[in-house]
């Protein structure tokens, strides 16, 4: 009876090691696709927000200075 029991707690210990692995790895992939799937691009999407928003002020800021520098 006791080496039955040995071996159950060494299959659970096995089991739980194995499980605390595959999670890990699991894990490690699902942090992998949230950066390269929704950080990445939310990201790049932000940047090129700011860049047209950037462009527009500058024009918009080029016109008034224009318009002010030639009614004189």
């Known amino acids: 009876m006791r080496t039955i029991k040995l071996a159950l707690v060494g299959v659970t210990a096995y089991l739980v090691a194995m499980a ?3 999670l ?6 699902l942090a992998i696709w949230l950066v390269f ?3 990445i691009p939310a990201l790049f999407a932000t940047l090129k927000f700011l860049f047209i928003f950037a462009i527009v002020a500058f024009l918009v800021v080029a016109t008034i200075t ?4 030639f009614s004189r």
Request: proline fraction near 0%.
């Open 66 to 69: 224009m318009i002010g520098k």
């Open 37 to 39: 799937g929704f950080i």
């Open 24 to 29: 890990t790895v699991l894990g490690i992939i």
């Open 20 to 22: 605390r692995i595959a």
